[in-house]
């Protein structure tokens, strides 16, 4: 692209075709790069992360019933679907799908996620969230440690929910939800 236009200003001399460059190739470039650019970052922001392979597997065994950025679930729901639901019977266990991780939050939120649990990955500061629960397991507390398919809690329908599932989000360090299917072996 570069030597392609610097052949053109230095080779040519000619008025016109610096005039054509200028007012309309560069302009033009330039609105190609910046759609490509807005194309790039939905496309990143949908599909395109890298996940670390210490988040790994389902957290639950169930169906599928709403996939990330599901648009049936935006039809109905009027917001993006951050995570993957999983459905099963209420009871169904919840598992760690972190290697080593510490839990950083078990809270409650009537009107959203419900019974949730917030893990940090001890390896790099991703989050995994399991929200809905009926409640959690013994010994999943703020701090705690726990390993990959250890039991952090019971399926439920609880907070904002149609139905007994597990919703689950896998977080960057800046907590930004990325797509869990990209993770090994889920979903
Ligand atoms: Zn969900």
Redesign the pocket.
Known sequence: MKKWLLGVTTGCGCVTTIYLLLVFILPAALLVATFQAYVASVYEYLFGDELPDTIHGQPAAGFIT?AFADPDYYDRFGVL?????IANSRGTPVYSTVDEARVVKVGYESDGYGVYVKLQDEGNDWYVLY?HLRGVAPGIHTGATVEWGDVVGYMDSSGNSTGD?V?YEIRRPDNAQVNPDKSKGCC
């Open positions: 709403a679907h951050t995570g993957i639901d929200a599932h919703h």
